[in-house]
């Protein structure tokens, strides 16, 4: 059974009535997380009364949400589009039917969709087209178990691993280090025709760069960065740190970038596996040379990579 998100706010009175991105300050994605397989989600805004603002008496909305992200701090960001307002009924009204008292919460269709009938009203045909099963697979269902194998526990070895055969399927020569290699080594880089990256995997939630891990990476850019040149004759050559997620944006990251004279960036688990996704569902359309357009000095987002490959068809 397919599930409808419900979004609420005392914000505006007529916040749902226009295409944004919604923030959710001082909570988290972690109970809706799982609709991000999903999206496309059949949403409905609601008005609630929150102190002196109290906008219940108004009508929800229907929405789509088009992505579920995070801002540096972890809280949720809502992509949505405006469908039209659920006319005949209120606010207040509406939430006595489904229940629920969070800012945001998924509701079984079947409940939603029976409070719909009772006060007479048809969803729009583009809202409701969400509820049918899809025809077109989410984006991590291109990927195969091997590579999502990423998202889930594993050691620190298999996690450079499926990072290792990762970004060989983007279509880099990857020179795998890290425990292959005895000796201070980054745990890899990749080339391409025009550039290389030099690479540490983080297999942990939440890294933060320490002291140690920054001399560490300095150490590697400047070594490396002169054998590349010399033996590869490439002169692009960047760094970046790969983890299952980061803590915030690393201040010491722009200190790498100060004293080795190299940009750096830094991609989630699940960020490069919506790389591979491009790749896979764009096939000869996707192109390499353009990776070097992700190396920006931050965290490199979803937003980011879709400016450069395209949004999801």
Same mark, same amino acid.
């Given at each position: 059974? !397919? ?73 949720? /960001? ?24 969070? /800012? ?63 970004? !060989? ?18 745990? @890899? ?57 980061? !803590? ?15 940009? @750096?960036? /830094? ?10 996704? !491009? ?35």
């Amino acid at each position: 059974m !397919k599930e409808i998100l419900i979004l609420c706010t005392s914000w505006a009175e007529d916040y749902w009535e226009a295409d944004k991105v919604a923030p959710y300050p001082k909570t988290s994605v972690r109970s809706v997380e799982h609709l991000k397989n999903a999206l496309p989600v059949p949403t409905i805004g609601v008005y609630i009364k929150q102190r002196e603002r109290d906008f219940t008496n108004l009508s929800p909305c229907f929405l789509i949400v088009r992505n579920i992200s995070e801002n540096e701090k972890g809280e949720p /960001l809502f992509d949505f589009h405006f469908a039209t307002k659920v006319k005949g009924v209120t606010s207040l009204r509406f939430l006595s039917e489904i229940g629920g008292k969070r /800012l945001f919460y998924t509701v079984p269709q079947q409940r939603v969709l029976k409070a719909l009938r009772k006060f007479g009203i048809e969803p729009p045909a583009e809202w409701k087209m969400l509820l049918e099963e899809k025809i077109h697979p989410s984006w991590p269902d291109w990927i195969g178990k091997h590579f999502q194998e990423i998202l889930q526990p594993i050691s620190n070895q298999e996690y450079e691993d499926r990072v290792a055969d990762i970004l !060989k399927a983007l279509g880099f020569e990857v020179e795998q280090m890290g425990h292959k290699r005895e000796g201070e080594y980054p745990d @890899g880089i990749v080339y391409s025709r025009d550039f290389a990256i030099v690479y540490d995997c983080k297999n942990r939630s939440n890294y933060f760069l320490d002291a140690k891990d920054k001399r560490a990476m300095i150490r590697y850019v400047q070594y490396e960065k002169r054998r590349i040149r010399e033996q590869r004759r490439i002169e692009n050559v960047y760094f970046a740190f790969i983890a299952d997620s980061f !803590k915030e944006i690393i201040r010491n990251l722009g200190s790498i970038e100060k004293e080795t004279l190299t940009k @750096g960036a /830094l991609f989630t688990s699940e960020i490069l596996l919506y790389v591979l996704y !491009k790749k896979l569902s764009q096939g000869p359309r996707f192109l390499l040379v353009d990776f070097e357009e992700l190396i920006s000095g931050q965290i490199v987002t979803k937003e980011t990579i879709d400016r450069v490959y395209g949004a999801p068809v």
